[in-house]
Structure formats: structure tokens, C-alpha cells
């Protein structure tokens, strides 16, 4: 180009369709600021769909607090932003950290969110149960993903459902003891259910559409009870979860491709009857993942023997083991023993799809080297094991340990042993 030769304005030049997926990946100040790159950027910052309000929009003052905000700006900020919009809202997320939970004014945003046809709706505040208003089910019909962090919910009676709603996510939220109860035949489309540390001490579920739940709790003594979800695939339930019946939960789920739970959540009877296979076969998983699991517990490895057993087509198996300084009992030993000596005598092989074995915090006992020989000796597939021991474990320990898992017989040709 020859100096002095007129330039194109390329700015000014880009297509709407091309300003608007731009403006949609900055952070909503930015946005605003490129009304000033020309005249066809103006008011384009007016109509994005989404909208996030997050810590980029709203940073702290200086302050030797850990986050310190000046509430009555930010909101008016917010309102501003609100009121200059022109278009419909089909993503609304408040999530600035430091909102005291007594902040009235965030609630009064719902309304007007509502009325724009939002779609995702995501209020997240840092610290105490701000009370969410009724509006927030009477207003916001359209609703396809709802997440809710640190506040208070109760569903009026006029309410008729989220007859949209996909995605549910409850964070630290109080609500009353049937809300739940009364939430999922008005959520006919439901398919992920996220509770995390939430105030419910009981969930029964009954989720026709339900793909995907997480439950996660501070407390103890949660009860789970899955009593209609026949499609879900993913189910994690890890800390302060509980079941009356094990083996029904995990037995009624004929398409559960992924489960991950903490096995000392789990509540054994006095006789301590453990199968060596479920009722109902799970075809579909292929991923398991127990975490805190003391092999010194014979209930406890006994149902992880179970699940092996009843997972025909697992690819990846992940275990995290808790700590105890109890030792093995001989009859946690001779159930694992039993178990490699009857797949070795009748040929069978539980693991004929495995690939992958994870184990977490390995204390370099011998019933943890029983398992690795069981999952060597039984997995034709088997691409990788990875162990990663306890930071107290002793030289001496790791040693042996290593000498004595050098020494198996590996029935897939390209298993990998690493040890860290």
C-alpha cells in the first residue's frame, strides 16, 4: 500500500451479526465502551442477549477487607445498564462478590429481567441467604437454566412451573422441606439437578427427563431416593448423602453411565448382607469413581467388589481411599482373594472392557496390592494404572510395595504402572 493511499474503515465496516457475537464474548463495560470505535458500533452494546454482572463489572475498593464494594453504585450501575437496553434478555447472571445478603434492590431487578423473556438466569451472592422474591417464579416463565448461590427460596401457590426448565443449580439455598417435592412435576423437561450444601435433610425423586444430578452435602444423615429416573446417566453423590436402600438406588438406574459417590456415606444393616452382584445389572456404566473407601471395612470392600461385578462394560475405574489406621481384616482379605481366585479358576473376566484404574492415597497395604493384581490379572483392555501414594507413607513402605507390584502378571500386553 503506498503511503498517503486511503485507508478502509474496517470498523465501521463489520457486519451487525458480527458485532453482536463480539460484544457477547467482552465483559459488559467493555462492551458499552465500543460505542466510541464509530458510529455503526453506538448503540449495538444495547441489544446483546446477555448479560454478566460479575466481579469484572464491579471490582472492590481498596481496603484491607477481603472484598469491599460500594452497593449503592454498583446498583445503580446495574439499573442504568438495564433501563439503556433495548432488546430481549436470554442470559442474565449476578454474581459480584461482596453483595451483603440485606440488599433489597437486587431483588427488584427480577421483574424486569423477567420481562425480557430471560432464559438463563444465574444469581450467585457471596455470603448469607439474600430471600428471593415470589417474582422470581411468576415473572420468569421462559426459564431454561436457573442457578441460585447463598439465599432463600419459597414457590407461591399461584405458581404453575418452569414448564422450560433444563438446567437446575442450588448452592447453599434455603427452602422449604417439600419444595422440591413440589418443584419437579412442574419441570417437565428437567434433565441436570445440581444440590450442593443446600438445607434439605431428605430428596425423593421422581424425574422422568432427569439426565444428570449432583448432591452434595455439609451435613449427615441426607437421604437419598431415586424413585423414577429412568434415562439419568451421570449421578454423583459424594459428602453428608445417605440411602436407606443401596442397592435399590443403585439398581433402578438402567442407564447410568457415570456414577461417583463417597462409599462411607452408605448405611449397612446389622448383618451386613452385601451381594456379590445387583439385582439389576448396570450394562451402561463405564465410569465409577468411589472415593474415601477403607478396603480395612469388609462392607465397605464388599460392595465395591459388587459394583465391579455388576459393571460388565466399565472403561475407567477410580478409587480414593480413606484413612484409617486399622488393618485389614483376614476377612476383607480372603473376599478379595476369593474373588481374583474364582476369575482366574472359571475364566471369567468382570473387567473385559477396563482401561483405566486410578488409586488415590494409597497406604502400601496388601489388600490394596490384592486389588491392583485382580484388575492386572482380569482386564484384557487395561491401558494404564496409576497409583499415587499417601505423603506419610515411608520409604521403606513404598519399596516394598513396588517390589512386590513389579512382580505381577499383567494380562493386557500394553498395561502401564505408574506409581507416584
Not at 79 to 95: I, W
Not at 138 to 153: D, G, M
Not at 267 to 279: C, D, T
Not at 323 to 330: F, L
Amino acid at each position: 500500500m503506498e503511503l498517503g493511499e486511503s485507508t478502509v474503515d474496517r470498523i465501521s465496516n463489520v457486519p451487525a451479526n458480527a458485532i453482536e457475537q463480539i460484544l457477547t464474548l467482552l465483559p459488559i463495560k467493555d462492551a458499552a465502551r465500543t460505542s466510541i470505535l464509530s458510529r455503526n458500533w453506538r448503540h449495538h452494546w444495547r441489544s446483546i442477549p446477555q448479560l454478566v454482572f460479575d466481579g469484572s463489572f464491579a471490582p472492590p475498593l481498596p481496603s484491607t477487607e477481603p472484598y469491599l464494594l460500594d452497593e449503592k453504585k454498583v446498583m445503580m450501575d446495574i439499573y442504568e445498564a438495564l433501563l439503556l437496553h433495548d432488546g430481549p434478555v436470554t442470559k442474565f447472571e449476578l454474581s459480584i462478590p461482596g453483595f451483603r445478603e440485606d440488599c433489597p434492590r437486587i431483588c427488584k431487578l427480577i421483574p424486569h429481567v423477567g420481562s425480557k423473556g430471560v432464559h438463563e438466569l444465574a444469581l450467585r451472592f457471596s455470603k448469607g441467604q439474600t430471600k428471593l422474591p415470589s417474582s422470581l417464579f411468576t415473572a420468569c416463565s421462559h426459564l431454561t437454566v436457573l442457578k441460585l448461590q447463598h439465599c432463600s427460596v419459597g414457590a407461591p401457590s399461584s405458581f404453575v412451573g418452569f414448564r422450560k426448565l433444563v438446567v437446575l443449580e442450588l448452592e447453599h439455598v434455603i427452602m422449604p422441606e417439600d419444595f422440591l417435592q413440589k418443584l419437579q412435576p412442574e419441570c417437565p423437561l428437567l434433565q441436570e439437578l445440581r444440590v450442593l450444601y443446600c438445607s434439605r435433610q431428605e430428596y425423593k425423586l421422581n424425574v422422568p427427563s432427569l439426565k444428570v444430578l449432583f448432591i452434595k452435602s455439609s451435613g449427615s444423615g441426607c437421604n437419598i431416593t431415586i424413585q423414577h429416573a429412568p434415562v439419568l446417566s451421570v449421578l454423583s453423590l459424594t459428602d453428608g448423602w445417605t440411602s436407606k436402600n443401596w442397592l435399590a438406588l443403585f439398581a433402578s438406574l438402567p442407564e447410568l453411565r457415570q456414577l461417583t459417590f463417597a462409599i462411607h456415606s452408605l448405611k449397612f444393616s446389622a448383618e451386613g448382607n452385601v451381594p456379590y452382584k445387583l439385582p439389576t445389572i448396570l450394562y451402561q456404566l463405564k465410569v465409577l469413581e468411589v472415593s474415601r473407601l477403607l478396603l480395612d471395612n469388609l462392607p465397605q470392600a464388599q460392595v465395591l467388589i459388587c459394583l465391579i461385578m455388576s459393571s460388565p462394560n466399565l472403561q475407567k475405574l477410580s478409587i480414593r481411599l480413606g484413612t484409617n489406621n486399622a488393618q485389614p481384616s483376614s476377612e476383607v482379605m480372603g473376599s478379595l482373594q476369593e474373588l481374583l481366585e474364582a476369575e482366574e479358576r472359571h475364566g471369567i473376566c468382570c473387567l473385559q472392557h477396563l482401561e483405566e484404574f486410578n488409586v488415590q492415597d494409597s497406604q502400601g497395604r496388601q489388600v490394596e496390592l490384592d486389588l491392583v493384581r485382580f484388575v492386572l490379572a482380569t482386564a484384557p483392555q487395561l491401558r494404564m494404572i496409576s497409583i499415587k501414594r499417601a505423603v506419610s507413607l515411608s520409604a521403606d513402605k513404598v519399596l516394598g510395595f513396588l517390589n512386590e507390584l513389579v512382580s505381577y502378571k499383567r494380562i493386557s500386553k500394553d498395561a502401564e504402572v505408574k506409581y507416584v
